[in-house]
DNA sequence: AAATCAATTTGCATATTTGCAAGGTGTGAT
DNA sequence: ATCACACCTTGCAAATATGCAAATTGATTT
């Protein structure tokens, strides 16, 4: 028997839903379902009822979750002892980020990873130039793209969507559309900044009303959080200092990867990085989460 | 974590070496290497000392043990529960094999299987013929072949060498050279069968000896068990009234397969099947076992 | 000393699992 | 009634695991 469809079947159990039980066990939705179709396939039995409002368990699957607990527990004990306290990864990771992403995000989550393994140093490198994962000059790479490079590995950690973002202070409003925005002093862009979908847009629809340009997002963000006007920002620009307004739909849609190279993928430091980083990303409200990073 | 790797550190545990490991678990000794290894390397703890003799647990392994066994009791005791009376898996095998096989080796190996699955039906179609696995001629072919088709899921269950086996009651000898046959009656080919790398050479060196022929190896077999002479047969054709009394080096190896169509292979009753026949054939000492079956 | 044997280790190709993206479905909010 | 959302399911491509065959190693036998 396969023991780790028990582990899924477990998760599942335990969380409720496929979703759930991906977040627990750090893989795709898709993944989950494959397995837990395999296990009632291989014991000819139906665990689970599929209910709109999610899984819940058949009588079998009651039965079989006594049992399936208990291992777990052992498990956990067992992980608890041998990989507490006996193993302590430690060792230098190097991740690089663009800047928003380097200060609003990763800090928090760092110093959590940092609790977890006090002998792994983390060094960030801030910025989105193109490092060289061969060469070691980072680890690890988070990029805003819509298309990674193919010879690093790539994980989704968001969708990222465009927002209209305003000071903290700025009135509720209940959106936007092209009127309203018509009579709101706006940020925009210049250089090849100007080249961006939203952009675009904004010159065809809000050329009048833009009163100040910038040629960088994190400028754009610093004017908007200082009341200058509203800009239009990629979701992972936003800090507590900005208020998002709306949606903006003429955006380009486009994503947040986590990059590494395929030899450091074994890495145990970098594995452990890299989850937590996607349980973070998959978490955090404030990004389009997939629920399964 | 994996739980699959603790299967296989305690499947290494039990057995004391890879390829024992191998055999309990149904899968290849590198599969198990490589999997200790991940598991050794995701602990950061040496598990097994690796001395000329096998696998010898270290400390730590001895600690991990005990608790692997606990989860491998429930995990039993599970199976025994979940797939003992509440699985039956039921339906019609269809198996196809050369006549020797059929004769010698599948009867009781069918006949384990049958009190452990009451309610499968086994049909053994016997012979070499070409039966087509796609339309379902037969689920499972067992072939002597040095190439199997590439349409097919092929398994190697066995290397097949040839040996010189006479009479039962033929005394005992320290083994031939081609001037010791010389002076043994011979069993020769006929036919397409003289084509063979074995009878090749056979009339080469030996062609004054042979004293009956046949273009068939059941019947070469047949005459050499009513002592006719001695015959030259690859290892699949032994039999209990056969005696092996030499390799015969200047055999051709050959190996023996299980085929199955691809799209049989999660169907459980033909899964089940095939694991009982891989471990039949990695355990008969009449056949070079591979030991991993 | 040389040959044989059994077990381990490794490169390469194949098989299988998994992630990504998208479509489908049902519920709840508007 | 329509839209948005969350979750489930599936096709395809990519990633990973595994099997096969052979090389390596050390012990045993000749």
């Given at each position: 028997m396969d023991?780790n469809?028990?582990?899924?079947f ?7 839903s496929?979703n759930?039980a991906?977040r627990e ?8 379902f494959?397995?837990?179709?395999l296990?009632?396939?291989?014991l000819?039995?139906?665990l ?7 899984y819940?368990l058949?009588?079998?699957?009651e039965e079989?979750?006594r049992?399936?607990?208990q291992?777990?527990d ?6 608890r ?6 193993f ?7 991740i690089t ?5 380097a200060?609003h995000?990763?800090p928090?989550?760092l110093s ?6 006090p ?8 910025g989105n ?5 061969t060469?070691?000059?980072?680890d690890i790479?988070?990029?805003a ?7 690093l590995?790539?994980?989704?950690l ?6 209209i ?8 409003v209940?959106?936007?559309?092209v ?8 940020i ?6 100007a ?5 675009r ?5 809000l050329k009048?009303?833009i009163?100040a ?8 963000a ?6 200058m006007g509203?800009a ?5 620009q ?16 486009s994503?947040?990867w986590?990059?590494?190279h ?10 452990l ?13 404030r990004?389009?989460s997939r629920?399964?990073?």
């Amino acid at each position: 028997m396969d023991w780790n469809l028990l582990h899924s079947f477990l998760a599942i159990a335990r969380n409720g839903s496929l979703n759930g039980a991906a977040r627990e066990l750090g893989v795709n939705h898709s993944t989950i379902f494959r397995r837990l179709n395999l296990f009632e396939d291989t014991l000819s039995l139906r665990l689970f009822d599929r209910l709109p409002q999610g899984y819940k368990l058949t009588q079998a699957g009651e039965e079989l979750l006594r049992q399936a607990e208990q291992i777990g527990d052992a498990f956990d004990a067992l992980e608890r002892q041998f990989t507490g306290q006996d193993f302590r990864p430690r060792g230098v990771v190097r991740i690089t980020a663009p800047n928003n992403i380097a200060y609003h995000y990763l800090p928090a989550w760092l110093s959590q990873f940092k609790a977890l393994y006090p002998e792994i140093k983390v060094e960030l490198i801030v910025g989105n130039q193109d490092l060289n994962l061969t060469r070691r000059e980072a680890d690890i790479a988070i990029r805003a793209t819509a298309n990674p490079p193919e010879h690093l590995i790539a994980r989704k950690l968001a969708d990222i969507n465009w927002g209209i973002y305003g000071a903290i202070e700025f009135p509720p409003v209940t959106g936007f559309d092209v009127n309203s925005l018509r009579h709101q002093p706006l940020i925009g862009a210049e250089g090849a900044m100007a080249n961006l979908t939203a952009f675009r847009w904004q010159e065809q629809h809000l050329k009048d009303a833009i009163v100040a340009r910038a040629n960088d997002l994190n400028a754009m963000a610093a004017m908007a959080e200082y009341g200058m006007g509203l800009a239009f920002l990629p979701d992972d620009q936003q800090n507590p200092r900005l208020k998002r307004l709306d949606t903006l739909k003429q955006g380009k849609q486009s994503h947040l990867w986590l990059l590494l190279h395929p030899d450091l993928r074994k890495v145990e430091r970098v594995k452990l990085l890299v989850s937590h980083l996607q349980r973070c990303f998959s978490e955090d409200p404030r990004l389009s989460s997939r629920g399964d990073g």
